[in-house]
């Protein structure tokens, strides 16, 4: 028999998906038949995601939110609520990186990664929260860190100790607000395909897929996945923990 997810009546908050893996992620909630909410910076590149998804059946919206910012935070969780009625869904995607070695990085560029992916992921967490808390819903809030929180990599001190600190947010996060009913839990890709990677030159690909245990890159769909099982009933049982999504990039 056919075990399939199914997210109908669920609102769901989808941060910077306007490309990369928050679109998989907002495509993959709306096929659960869930409203989706995409957020970002760009308003009308987001746009454009929520009409293809509803073209494709599913229902989406698009809305403008600066995860970094709290007064656009603050404005568009107003928007999403207005328009969904409620959250019961959160995922934390938005995320940027700066790389440099320490001696090269400027202050601007260790906040800047520091304010995104993880004031950002306060930001949001905390407006979610408060909307479950004042409607008494058992929400679920994910938020997408990375494997580089786990294990570190040169060149990314300030990332990594971005998506290092949304660990200890979630475990934290989830202690407070487990007797509410929500759960909160993250999800560390390793090396996903993006536009990014679409510029790497086959000998690049195959170095890099040759420390991935699976010996491949792994997909927006497969970082989506895991996203979709936390916010299923599958994993109500599950909080405060971290889905390492790496094809075995990383083992620990
Ligand atoms: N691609 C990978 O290999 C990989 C690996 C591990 C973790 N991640 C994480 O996955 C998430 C998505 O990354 P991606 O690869 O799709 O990257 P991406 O650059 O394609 O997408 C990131 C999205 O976040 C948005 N964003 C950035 N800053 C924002 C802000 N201040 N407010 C609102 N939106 C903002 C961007 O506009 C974009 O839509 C990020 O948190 C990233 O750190 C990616």
Redesign the pocket.
Known sequence: MAVTISLEGKSVLV????????VAIARKFAEAGALTGL????EE?AADVAASITAAGGQAFALK?????PASVSAGMKAFLERAGKIDILVN?????SDGLILRMSKESWDKVLG??LT?VFLVSQEAVKSMIKKKIAGRIIT?????GLMGNAGQTN?SAA?AGVVGFTMALAREVGSRGITVNAV?????E????DELSAEQREKLSAQIVLGRL?T?TD?AGAALFLASDAASYITGTCINVSGGLFIG
């Open positions: 941060t910077g998906a306007s490309q990369g893996i928050g957020a970002a910076r760009n590149k939110m600066d995860v970094s910012d995607n938005a995320g940027i990186t995104t992916d950002g997408v860190g990375s494997v580089v990332y998506k560390a890709p390793g090396y996903i993006t536009a990014m990677t792994g927006g970082v």
